[in-house]
């Protein structure tokens, strides 16, 4: 959302949240040693035991559809 804020009013700003929030999602939330990423995580950052990468309310096709938002807009700024 910070992504589509930023294209659309194009305040810099919002970029910058974008890009705090990827570096956060990157860190906590992606795992790379398997792939996927972890659908909860505890308050200090790390993936729940057991780790949970799917369940009821976040399944991999939520990720793969924003990863695909993300890269059209992406694409239409760096046009």
């Avoid at 910058?16 to 996927?36: M, N, P, R, V, W």
Wanted: hydrophobic share 35%.
């Amino acid at each position: 959302a910070s992504l589509m804020i930023y294209r659309d009013t194009g305040k810099e700003a919002y970029l910058d949240h974008f890009a705090t929030l990827l570096d956060y999602c990157q860190k906590y939330f992606a795992d790379s040693e398997i792939g996927e990423w972890y659908g909860y995580l505890r308050r200090d950052g790390q993936p729940t035991q057991p780790a949970c990468k799917g369940s009821t309310f976040k399944g991999p096709f939520h990720v793969m559809r924003c990863l695909g938002m993300l890269d059209s807009m992406l694409t239409q700024l760096l046009q």
